[in-house]
C-alpha cells in the first residue's frame, strides 16, 4: 500500500540494487505523501544519486537543492548539491559548498576529496594539490585512486572534460595513480584536442559573415 516506512525501504533497495527506474518511481510515491522534511530530503538525496547515474545532471541538482531545502544541516543533502553544482560546470559553488559543511564537518572526506577536485577545476590548483596529498595520510590514502578515476570519468559523462583534465592530472602529479587513471587521462587529451579543432572549424566558419547587433535579435 502506501504506507512510507515501507515505501521508504523499498526504494532504498531498488536505490542499492541500481534498478534505478524503479527506485525513482518509489521515491517519488514517498513523496507524494507529503512525509516529513527529513524523509522528504533523503528522498531527494536518493533521487540525485539516481539522476547521477543517469547522466542527468541538471535533474541531480534540481534535487539536491530541494533536498538542502528540506533539511538544510543534512550534510549528506549539502554534499550532494556540492557534487551536482561541480558536474553542472560550477565548480566555485562546489568550494563555497564544502568549505562551509567542513566548518561544520572537518572529518568528513568524501567532502574533502571533492573540495581538492573543486579547486583544480576552479583554477587553485594549489590548494587541490594540497588536499589531495593530505588525503594520502588518511585511510582513505590507500584506495584514492577510486574516487579519482569515478570522479573522472563522471565528469567526462556530465560533458566537463576540462574539469576531468584537471582532477587527473592533480591525482597523477601526487602520485595516486594506475593505468585505468593514465589510460583515463590519455582519452581525456584526445577528447579535448578534438572538441578544440571542432570548435576553432566553427569559428573559421563564421569569419565570412556579417557582425551580429545585438538590437538586430529577436526579443
Known amino acids: 500500500g502506501e504506507d512510507v516506512n515501507a515505501l521508504r525501504e523499498l526504494a532504498i533497495q531498488a536505490t542499492i540494487l541500481e534498478k534505478n527506474q524503479e527506485g525513482l518511481e518509489l521515491w517519488q510515491r514517498l ?5 516529513d522534511p ?12 539516481i539522476h547521477c ?24 543533502a549539502r554534499y550532494n548539491l556540492a557534487m551536482a553544482e561541480l558536474h553542472c560546470g560550477n565548480a566555485q559553488n562546489t568550494i563555497h559548498i564544502l568549505e562551509s559543511l567542513l566548518d561544520q564537518f ?3 572526506p568524501p567532502a574533502q576529496f571533492i573540495l581538492s577536485a573543486a579547486y583544480c577545476c576552479a583554477g587553485q590548483k594549489e590548494n587541490g594539490v594540497d588536499g589531495i ?16 578515476l569515478e570522479l ?7 560533458g566537463k572534460i576540462e574539469y576531468a583534465l584537471l582532477v587527473l ?35 573559421t566558419g563564421l ?3 556579417p557582425p551580429v547587433r545585438f538590437e538586430d535579435l529577436p526579443q
Open 31 to 35: 513523496l507524494a505523501l507529503n512525509p
Open 38 to 49: 527529513n524523509v522528504a530530503a533523503v528522498a531527494h538525496v536518493n533521487m540525485g544519486t
Open 53 to 76: 547515474r543517469l547522466g542527468k545532471f541538471d535533474d541531480a541538482l534540481d534535487a539536491a537543492k530541494c533536498a538542502v531545502e528540506c533539511a538544510p544541516d543534512l550534510k549528506e
Open 106 to 108: 572537518p572529518d568528513y
Open 133 to 148: 596529498r593530505k588525503l594520502k595520510d588518511t585511510p582513505l590514502g590507500a584506495h584514492l585512486e577510486i574516487p579519482c
Open 152 to 158: 573522472g570519468q563522471s565528469l567526462i559523462l556530465a
Open 169 to 203: 592530472g592533480a591525482a597523477i602529479e601526487c602520485d595516486v595513480v594506475n593505468k585505468e587513471i593514465l589510460d583515463l587521462f590519455t582519452e581525456c587529451i584526445k577528447m579535448n584536442d578534438k572538441a578544440q579543432q571542432l570548435s576553432e572549424t566553427a569559428l
Open 207 to 209: 569569419t565570412d559573415r
